[in-house]
Nanobody
């Protein structure tokens, strides 16, 4: 099974920055889409950003221009650089993956996530 381990979260002031990391062990990594999700208390998990094997990216409107997703296939890592953080970014952040192609779904086993708290 693939193991996903997120790290890099913390407490920051509004306007600050954090860089999240995700280590994916047991995965091929190439030819997969990687993504970052977040879940705030009382809310459903939402997709924040994705990156394909060819480094094509997509972002939720709420984070566009502030967050940057990247990947390192050699290190089997995916990152989320978060700048200009807002209190509404407060959530537990998770990484996940899915294969590229039709009928692909996100991996069914989630990691522990990493807590991001943004104070005003």
């Amino acid at each position: 099974q693939v193991q996903l381990v997120e790290s890099g979260g913390g407490l920051v002031q509004a306007g600050g920055s954090l860089r999240l990391s995700c280590a994916a062990s047991g995965s091929i990594f190439r030819s997969v889409i990687m993504g970052w999700y977040r879940q705030a208390p009382g809310k459903q998990r939402e997709l924040v950003a994705t990156i394909t094997s060819r480094d094509s990216t997509n972002y939720a409107d709420s984070v566009k221009g502030r967050f940057t997703i990247s990947r390192d296939n050699t290190k089997l890592m995916v990152y989320l650089q978060m700048n200009s953080l807002k209190p509404e970014d407060t959530a537990v952040y998770y990484c996940n993956w899915k294969t590229e192609g039709a009928a692909s779904t996100w991996y069914k086993y989630w990691g522990q996530g990493t807590q991001v708290t943004v104070s005003s």
